[in-house]
DNA sequence: CGGCTCGTTGATCAACCTCAATCAGTGTGG
DNA sequence: CCACACTGATTGAGGTTGATCAACGAGCCG
């Protein structure tokens, strides 16, 4: 995997003050990057801990009440829900610079459950410090805000890829969304590939449809010349190709059509 | 209707002190409703004018630029996409306290269309001043981010019933959702019952479904003796039974099953 | 009255699901 | 070293949910 593993400690309980435990030197290593790098620069000046955890593990539930939210330092979390009957929903992903469990305060419960998707390390930062740094106001507020706000507009796009596009748009979609977020998230990986961990039935489980469904779906869009998928790999081969199969509207931002 | 409408002028271009243009009282009319009232107490102190919509106009489009931000003050609004065929998404509809259109900076283009469903009227706020706001903290900052958080749940929670609920369950899980909701942004009506203005249209485009469809899954909820909707009018009958249609999830902190 | 929106119902169709089997790759214990 | 289990991808056959197309009635309004 491409994905950098710093340490392998499970938790340092040490209450030492937060300079002396995060000296990682993250602002070096995302220096020019501006969101992420300020979400770091948080990370660095607010968490009281850090923690790494393997693949296939819960950093925490939904229903568990918890004093933290998390920043993302390395690898991939899922963030989902699960029916009674084992229906999943995953709701998003987040990459090294995410915030995750962003709560009003230590007594409201996480809503979905943070699950990891390769090893993972995080940073702990106590809810008591951001609602500090609200209150105090600097331009960590900002980014802050910037950070639910992208979740948010991350979410809207997850909606109409469900919703409204068909399996072959919202995959071809899904694709184009993630693959800008592994390059922005600073994971490219070399040429026009990234390192992509996720399984089919991830895919699926954010797209709602089923793992079966997916591989017969990306069965035809690289028979298509569109997409080289497998293998912990992503190469989107045909940019504006794939961005016109996902029905984009016009207007859209993020990947503006050719004609019109 | 019984959304209340309080003017009908369509626009006060006049630049007058944010005070003389915004003593609506606002504050005492929703006194004790905590999150509504410190909303309204925002838009008391930092919007420039108000604007009043008639039913079925837009507020703002995809891919506009804009320095405003809006304040829900009475009425409902969708928000929506509309991909290229016509395929229309609902992501969220704003109700009075909903905060609409936040963005990093005036530079920044909405990223979708929102348009009002009834006759709305909304404070008008310019992103600069919420900008000011964050950067000197103040309680209104942690209101903010606590808006967006909600946001963001609602997303999830959409995406939850879009992606991985069947049209029943899904339709069970929105209307016990949108009750709540109306209730909670004071718009509670007579008995049991709550104003509804969504037509099945609306529902349909929120749920991934077709209004036919919608259609169909309300007459077997109302044969159920579940539901009461129609003529701007919604009456859940029976609350726990909904819920055990809607396959909520047994740690749904919003709906707690009765058993287990 | 004509035109419009909204809700309703019927008949047909297809996108996607379910169940099932196979296969490659990987790790593991005997 | 090999049998075995396990995960993830793949393919086939058949079934079902929800879409599509179409028609109609009620209410509303100019």
Redesign the pocket.
């Given at each position: 995997m491409a994905v950098i593993h710093l340490d392998t400690d499970v938790k340092r309980k040490s209450p030492a003050p937060a300079s002396a435990v995060m000296g990682f030197g993250l602002r070096r290593e995302a220096a020019g990057d501006e969101p992420r790098a300020q979400i770091f620069a948080i990370a660095d000046r607010y968490a009281i801990d850090r923690r790494s955890l393997a693949a296939g593990t819960e950093l925490f539930a939904e229903g568990e009440e918890s004093e933290f939210l998390y920043v993302v330092l390395s690898g991939w979390l899922m963030l989902h829900r699960i029916l009674e009957d084992g229906r999943r929903q995953i709701l998003d992903f987040a990459l090294p610079g995410a915030v995750v469990g962003y709560r009003a305060g230590p007594d409201a419960a996480f809503r979905f459950t943070a699950e990891t998707v390769t090893p993972t390390s995080v940073a702990i930062i106590p809810l008591k410090r951001i609602a500090g740094l609200l209150r105090e106001g600097s331009a960590a507020s900002l980014t802050l805000i910037s950070a639910l706000n992208d979740a948010l507009l991350g979410a809207f796009d997850s909606m109409t890829d469900i919703g409204r596009r068909?399996?072959?748009e919202a995959v071809a979609h899904f694709l184009l969304r993630m693959d800008r977020r592994i390059r922005r998230a600073g994971q490219a990986g070399a040429g026009h590939a990234v390192s992509f961990p996720l399984?089919?039935?991830h895919i699926g489980d954010a797209l709602?449809?089923?793992?079966?469904?997916v591989?017969?779906t990306?069965?035809t869009l690289r028979a298509d010349g569109l997409v080289t998928i497998?293998c912990g790999r992503l190469c989107i081969e045909d940019p504006e190709a794939l961005a016109e199969e996902a029905a984009v509207y016009s207007i859209d931002h993020d990947f503006p059509r050719l004609a019109s």
């Amino acid at each position: 995997m491409a994905v950098i593993h710093l340490d392998t400690d499970v938790k340092r309980k040490s209450p030492a003050p937060a300079s002396a435990v995060m000296g990682f030197g993250l602002r070096r290593e995302a220096a020019g990057d501006e969101p992420r790098a300020q979400i770091f620069a948080i990370a660095d000046r607010y968490a009281i801990d850090r923690r790494s955890l393997a693949a296939g593990t819960e950093l925490f539930a939904e229903g568990e009440e918890s004093e933290f939210l998390y920043v993302v330092l390395s690898g991939w979390l899922m963030l989902h829900r699960i029916l009674e009957d084992g229906r999943r929903q995953i709701l998003d992903f987040a990459l090294p610079g995410a915030v995750v469990g962003y709560r009003a305060g230590p007594d409201a419960a996480f809503r979905f459950t943070a699950e990891t998707v390769t090893p993972t390390s995080v940073a702990i930062i106590p809810l008591k410090r951001i609602a500090g740094l609200l209150r105090e106001g600097s331009a960590a507020s900002l980014t802050l805000i910037s950070a639910l706000n992208d979740a948010l507009l991350g979410a809207f796009d997850s909606m109409t890829d469900i919703g409204r596009r068909t399996a072959r748009e919202a995959v071809a979609h899904f694709l184009l969304r993630m693959d800008r977020r592994i390059r922005r998230a600073g994971q490219a990986g070399a040429g026009h590939a990234v390192s992509f961990p996720l399984t089919q039935e991830h895919i699926g489980d954010a797209l709602g449809l089923t793992a079966v469904h997916v591989c017969r779906t990306l069965r035809t869009l690289r028979a298509d010349g569109l997409v080289t998928i497998g293998c912990g790999r992503l190469c989107i081969e045909d940019p504006e190709a794939l961005a016109e199969e996902a029905a984009v509207y016009s207007i859209d931002h993020d990947f503006p059509r050719l004609a019109s």
